[in-house]
C-alpha cells in the first residue's frame, strides 16, 4: 500500500508507544501517533495533556492542548501543575517534542534564530511546555521532517535539553537521572543515541532511502548502528485506521 | 528501620544566580502578606460591576498582569479588549502558553514586558506576524520560562511563599535568560532550579459561574487558575452566568476560587469567544485565522482592529461584529458535537 512521509512517521512513532505506559502529547503528529497506538496495539496507553487534561477518549483531533477535545468523556480534567508534577515525580513514560533546530545530543531549539536574545532574527513560540517535558518525563522522542538547516551542528538555543553536550551532563545540571532523548523519528530514517557517546545513532532506513541521503541531510557527523535495519513500512491495517479513525479529515496526514 | 537523619546534619548550602532575565515583579511574601492582610475583602459583599470600570479602577499603566485559561481557551477576552479600547501601556506579562491574549494586547502595544514561557504563536493554527514583530524589535522585553515554571511560580505565591525549587530548565538557554537561581537542597544535596514566586498586580479569569461575591466555579480544565487566583494581588473575574449564592452552596466541592480572592465580577456571556469555553462553545476557527490574516497587511489590520475591538463599545457589539447569536450558536453546536 502506498504511503506519504507523515503517514510513516506516525506509524513508526506509534509503536514505540507500549501498552499501560503513560504519554504527554501535543497537538499534530505525536496526537496522531498515541491515537494510532491505542488503537492498534495499545488499547491501555494513558494519554495526558499538559494543561490538565488525562485519559480523554479524543472525538477528533484535538486544535489546542489545552482545548475541551483533551478531556473529553475523560478519566480526569486537572490542571498543569497535576500534569507537569506528575512528569516530575517520574510517572510520564513517554513526550513528543517539536522544533526548529536540532543538535547531534538531542538539543532541541524552539526559541528563536539568530546570537542576540534581544533581537532575534527570527522569534518562535519558545519552550511552552517542551523544555519541562524534555527534563521531567523519561523518554523524549522527535517527529520532524530531515534536512541539514534543521539537523545542525550548533543550535541558536537550547530550548529543551537533550543530553546537553554529552554524557553525564544532564546529571550534572540537576535533570533528573536516567532521563532524555529516546527517537527521533524522521521522513528518512530513525534515530536513536548511542549510549556511550549520547550521540545520534541511526539504527533504520526508511524503504527507498539512501545512506548518503541521510548524510547529506544531516549537519552533524551520525553514528550508524552496527545492525542498521529498513524500517518496517505501515501495514495496511496501521494505515486503515490513521485514515479512517485517526484523522479521517487528513489534519495531519495530509500536510506531507 | 532505616534512618534518614543523615538528611537532617548541618551542612552549606550553595546558590547561584542562573539567569540574566529581569524579575519584573516582588517575590517577598512578607510583603505580599501585608497586602494580602489590608486589601483583600473579608467580607462577603457585592463586586458585580462592568468591564469598563474594573479595567479603569483596577488595571493601570505599568501593572503586571496574570492571564487565565491557555491562549484560547476560557480566556478573558472581553477585559482585553477594554485594556486597549482604554489605552493603558506598558504592562507586564505572565506569558503562560499566550496565544490569542498576547495578540491581542500587542496588537494594543499594551505590552513592554513578559516572562515567556510561550508567545507569538497560536499551537496549530500558526505564528501571529504582529506578535512576532513586537518581539523581534526590541518592543517587548522577554525573560524565558516555562510553562510549568510559571505554573509553580504561580504556586509559590498561592502558598504564601518567595520561591520554589524546581527540577526543569537546568542545563539549557531557557535557564540561562530566565530570572532563577541554582541551588542545593538542604537535606539531599540535590541540585534544584529555584525559581520566584509571581504574584501578579492584576489577574484575570473568565469562570463558568459566580455569584456576586465572587464565588467562582469552573468546569473541565483548571489549567492553571487555582494558583492564579491566589497569587494576584487584585483579582477580576468575568463569568459567563450570575447564579444565585445558593447554587454555589449546592456543590461547594466545585467552588475553585471563593469570594475572598475576588474584588471584581462581571457577568459576560460568550467572554472567551473567539476561545473555546469548555461545555459551552468551541473556538471560532475562522475569527481567529482572520486574526492572523489581517495582521499581515498593516492597513488591513488597523481597520481589522477598528472594526472588532475599537470601533465597538463593549464585548456585545463585539459580539455582532462576528455574527453575533447565529454564529454563537453553531460554535455551542459544534462544542457539544452534535451531529448536524
Known sequence: MEYNDMELMICLASRYLEDNSIVVVGTGAPCAAAMLAQKMSSPRLMIMFEAGGIGPMLPSMPISVGDSRTFYRGLAASSMPEVMETCQRGLVDYTFLGGAQIDQYGNINSTMIGDDHKNPKVRFPGSGGANDLASLCWKTMMITPQDPQRFTEKIDFITSPGYLNGPGAREKAGLPKDSGPYKVITNLCVIGFDEETKRMKVESTHPGIEKQTIIDNTGFELLWADDLTISEPPSPEELKCLREEVDPYKYIIGRA | ??????????????????????????????????????????????????????????????????????????????????????????????????????????????????????????????????????????????????NASLTWRYKAAAMGLSFLPVRCMLGTDTEKYSNSVEMECPFTGAKYLAVPALYPDVGIIHVHRADVYGNCQIDGIMIADQDLARAAKRLIITTERFVPNEYIRRDPAKTVIPYYLVDAVIEVPFGGYPGNMAYEYFSDEEHLKAWLKAEKDPDEFKAFLQRHIYGVKNFNEYLDTIGGMSRLQELRIQENLIEK
Open chain 2, 1 to 146: 528501620m532505616e534512618n534518614f537523619n543523615k538528611y537532617t546534619e548541618a551542612r552549606t548550602v550553595t546558590y547561584k544566580p542562573a539567569g540574566t532575565g529581569k524579575l519584573y515583579t516582588d517575590p517577598d511574601a512578607e510583603k505580599a502578606r501585608e497586602y494580602f492582610r489590608d486589601t483583600k475583602p473579608r467580607k462577603m459583599v457585592e463586586k458585580a460591576t462592568t468591564v469598563e470600570k474594573a479595567v479603569k479602577e483596577m488595571i493601570h499603566d505599568e501593572d503586571y498582569i496574570g492571564i487565565g485559561g491557555f491562549g484560547a481557551n476560557r480566556t478573558p477576552v472581553a477585559v482585553l479588549h477594554e485594556i486597549l479600547r482604554q489605552g493603558k501601556k506598558n504592562l507586564g506579562l505572565a506569558g503562560h502558553t499566550a496565544t490569542h491574549d498576547f495578540q491581542i494586547l500587542v496588537a494594543g502595544n499594551c505590552v513592554n514586558r513578559c516572562d515567556a514561557a510561550y508567545i507569538v504563536g497560536l499551537e496549530a493554527r500558526g505564528l501571529s506576524k504582529g506578535a512576532r514583530k513586537a518581539v523581534e524589535s526590541g518592543a517587548v522585553e522577554l525573560c524565558e520560562h516555562t
